[in-house]
């Protein structure tokens, strides 16, 4: 049997990079409060709050004086001020292309365009990010959502949550750019998301089943999960390699390995050595 791993696959540049600045607060201080959980997969948040981690929800229960961490998807400058209130030191995990993000949306405002974001209005990036506005920016999901735009002399500006699907954004660009004098369009999407789906998107044709790691609550995972049975691949969702299904495996030749962008590298590499399987090839096609 060949094992076959998505390329890429796991963990992207922004939570990665948020991870490490976590664990190293972790070793410097002994305990540090998230804002939020960071990273969507229970077996890592259980390892962080092992070494000290405490998640909380609201900026006020860090304790004076304490060590806040802000996950990668950012927040608004209100709560940056309130735990500058309190705690002693913050350690920003905000992902680079989430805080470019931000920054156009101010860029935006402050040259008077009125800003839309595309994005889903319940998601803590967007929350984020229009929070730098005050709450001012237009959140839509789709070019649907645009609405009659009364005053046709408007100046728009435009840009997405960084993982915004290209053609999703795409068409709110093309619509706008017929309802108003003036659009100016920022792409924010982050390709991360994109190039992992892509990649098991590939590797659902190439394999007799695939084996996708990552949390039930991880909704990239869960699209991964789509694809790969979209494409017709047997697939098996785990959290972790001790909920491997031997008699799953049975009778294919080669099998699958991709794990969502918030599945960290340990459980991708336990779950490899699990399999016992000599060789690990690359999906092709990449
Ligand atoms: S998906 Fe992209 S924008 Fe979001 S955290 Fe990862 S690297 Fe950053």
């Not at 390699?241 to 009778?251: A, P």
């Amino acid at each position: 049997m060949e094992l076959r791993l998505a390329d890429p696959t796991g963990l992207c540049f922004g939570v990665r990079r948020a991870i490490e600045s976590l664990e190293a607060a972790l070793e410097e201080h002994g305990t540090v409060y998230a804002l939020g959980s960071p990273i969507h997969n229970p077996q890592e948040v259980a390892r962080l709050v092992a070494m000290g981690l405490i998640v909380i929800d609201d900026p006020d229960d860090v304790p004076e004086g304490a060590v806040a961490f802000v996950r990668a998807h950012g927040v608004g400058p209100g709560v940056i001020e309130k735990l500058k209130d309190k705690a002693g030191v913050i350690v920003d995990g905000t992902c680079p292309f989430v805080q470019r993000a931000q920054e156009r949306a101010r860029d935006l405002e402050a040259e008077g365009y009125r800003v839309f974001l595309v994005g889903d209005k319940d998601h803590p990036e967007v929350q984020g990010i229009t929070a730098h506005l005050g709450g001012k920016a237009t959140v839509i999901g789709s070019a649907d959502e645009i609405g009659d735009i009364d005053d046709g002399g408007l100046k728009a500006g435009v840009l997405s949550q960084t993982t915004q699907k290209a053609e999703v954004f795409s068409g709110v660009v093309a619509d706008l750019a017929l309802k108003v004098s003036e659009l100016k369009v920022f792409n924010t999407i982050c390709n991360a998301t994109a190039e992992r789906q892509n990649a098991v998107r590939r590797l659902a044709r190439q394999v007799d089943g695939i084996i996708v790691i990552g949390g039930k609550n991880s909704a990239n995972t869960r699209k991964l999960v789509e694809i790969t049975r979209s494409q017709g691949a047997p697939t098996l969702w785990i959290e972790k390699s001790e909920e491997l299904d031997w008699r799953w495996l049975e009778g294919k030749l080669q099998i699958g390995v991709a794990a969502g962008a918030s599945t960290p590298d340990w459980l991708i590499k336990k779950l490899i050595t699990t399999l016992a399987i000599p060789q690990v090839a690359k999906g092709e096609g990449n």
